[in-house]
């Protein structure tokens, strides 16, 4: 008789297993939350006021911040675009879901987390940049800038590929699109939207109405600008300084050429003026007329860079305001999570750079608020290690559906919905792996392993060498000391915590370049 009922369950069990998630997504159905995933483009945390940036203001950003939480030690696991957004949208690292360098294309038969929304009953979409040079399903809605897309008047692609030019300011067109899909959305069901910013990549485009808002502001020299990259043979051979690789005429808008400019040509006459007299008449004179050269030469471009970046970042904060009038004025807020977060980090003159992909800070750490109200309370800072792979399952879980075990980050509902304090168990290391190599930065291959106090770096492929940094004691990574015998046991505890993450996360390539030992003489 026992023995006819446990086959009777077992037999039952796969229809359990199966409706599950479905069960546990239906559970709160009328209560499930509405997410709004705002995504930015290579925005530094270090121009974000929330994060303590004395640069600029960004009322909006931290608005997001003070309504819910921020997160101190967020950390992309490939620090460039594509990947990173592969790695959202997978929550695995780029070595699993396929996409490890910008000039490829993200495998669109794999599972993406937007896909079980939609199965859990979610409307989706993305509006904006997505770069993953194909078309991920699980999005009912898409309407996305081919590429890298363009700042003026650019092209938008829908789901059947169609293409319409828009006119106006990207940032702003962006901002219209998505709160034209809110306003007409089936509004009986949940939603998951991604807001995809341009702003503030290369080549840095302000608003025409932003063109010229920190003229006359000085901006100071980070610490580090004038970095000699002593003992770091990656850094002295990149191709990413303001002084060498930054260019006058594309990224620095003097001269522009205004007959093949791709940017230039899709303006309205209207447009054209505008650009014209501010870049032409006013800042391209002022160079001429000031005849420089050397260290001028160098900072007035480090002036203009910070202008430039600086006022796009300005539109693309206006933006979010935009958002966050749109969810509190139409009833939206109470249910409706808002995130905040750039793709990964950029350095703003740190080291004399531009650009990202290292795994230093300015790089590795990106900026991430989010409010959640009625489980995150106002003004909640966060210092546990979170990962761009964490956000596909905290926004599953939020869902109430049950992220998929392939997953490779954790979800942060736990952490979330902790505030009462508890101690949450949480990772205090973390893992990071990027490959694109030599075009466009020369930024040799590395993997490697940050703890709370330690940095420790494998470069490969034509740089083979280690890296060790001290965080709490060279918190701007200037002084490579892993050739310093006094470190030969940290060095040791950490390469055998890499190890571990290596293997627990299945990067074979990374596994092999481990165990090939490297020349003392490249520890210089
Ligand atoms: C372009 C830029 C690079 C930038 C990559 C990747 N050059 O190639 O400076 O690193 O995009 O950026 S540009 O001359 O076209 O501006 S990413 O954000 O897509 O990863
Ligand atoms: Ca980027």
Not at 208 to 229: N, Q, R
Request: include cysteine; charged fraction near 20%.
């Amino acid at each position: 008789m026992k023995k006819n009922v446990l086959c009777f369950y077992l037999l039952l069990l796969p229809f359990f297993l199966c409706s599950s998630n479905h069960a546990r997504a239906q559970q709160g159905t009328v209560k499930r939350p509405n997410v709004i995933f705002i995504f930015s483009d290579d925005h530094a945390y270090q121009s974000v006021s929330a994060y303590g940036s004395k640069l600029v203001q960004t009322p909006n950003i931290d608005r997001i911040a003070k309504s819910g939480a921020i997160f101190r030690n967020t950390f992309i696991t490939n620090a460039i675009c594509g990947p990173s957004r592969a790695c959202l949208l997978t929550g695995k690292y780029s070595h699993v879901n396929g996409y490890m360098v910008n000039s490829g294309k993200f495998d669109i038969d794999q599972e993406v987390f937007p896909q079980l929304l939609q199965e859990g009953g979610y409307q989706t979409a993305w509006i904006g940049k997505m770069h993953l040079g194909d078309i991920p399903y699980g999005f009912d809605y898409l309407n996305i800038l081919p590429g890298q897309g363009q700042y003026y008047n650019p092209d938008f692609v829908n789901r059947q590929r169609d293409t319409t030019r828009i006119q106006g300011y990207v940032t702003d067109i962006i901002t219209g699109l998505s709160l034209n899909w809110l306003k007409n959305r089936d509004s009986s069901k949940p939603f998951f939207l991604v807001v995809g910013e341009k702003a503030t990549h290369r080549e840095w485009l302000p608003a025409l109405e932003d063109l010229g808002i920190y003229d006359s502001v000085d901006f100071p020299l980070p610490e580090t600008f004038y970095d000699d990259y002593k003992g770091r043979f990656a850094a002295t051979n990149q191709d990413m300084t303001i002084d060498k690789t930054m260019r006058l005429k594309e990224d620095l808008k003097v001269h522009t050429d205004y007959v093949a400019s791709g940017i230039y040509n899709r303006f309205t006459p209207e447009q054209k003026k505008i650009f014209y007299d501010y870049y032409e008449n006013k800042i391209s004179k002022s160079f001429d007329e000031q005849h420089l050269t050397g260290d001028a030469l160098l900072q007035w471009k480090y002036q203009r860079y910070m202008k430039d970046y600086l006022a796009t970042a300005h539109g693309l904060d206006r933006n979010i305001g935009k958002i966050l009038d749109y969810v509190d004025q139409s009833g939206l807020a109470e249910n409706t999570i808002v995130i905040y977060a750039a793709d990964q980090g950029f350095y703003l003159g740190e080291h004399g750079w531009f650009d990202k992909r290292f795994m230093y800070e300015e790089s590795l750490r990106t900026a991430f608020v989010m409010r959640y109200p009625g489980v995150i309370k106002p003004g909640t800072v966060f210092d546990q290690f979170v990962l761009g792979i964490d956000w596909a399952p905290t926004i599953l879980d939020i869902a109430g559906i049950r992220p998929p075990s392939a997953i490779q980050g954790t979800s942060m509902l736990p952490l979330l919905k902790n505030n009462s304090k508890k101690i949450v168990p949480w990772r205090n290391q973390m893992y990071y792996h990027y490959y694109e190599f030599p075009q466009p930065h020369h930024v040799y291959p590395h993997f490697g392993i940050r703890t709370t106090r330690y940095k420790l770096i494998r470069f490969y492929g034509g740089a083979d060498a280690w890296e060790l940094y001290d965080l709490e004691q060279d918190p701007r990574e200037l002084h490579n000391i892993y050739a310093d015998k006094k470190n030969m046991k940290i060095v040791s505890s950490l390469k055998a915590s890499l190890q571990k993450l290596i293997v627990q996360f299945k990067d074979d390539e990374a596994l092999q370049v481990f165990g090939t030992p490297v020349k003392e003489s490249n520890h210089f």
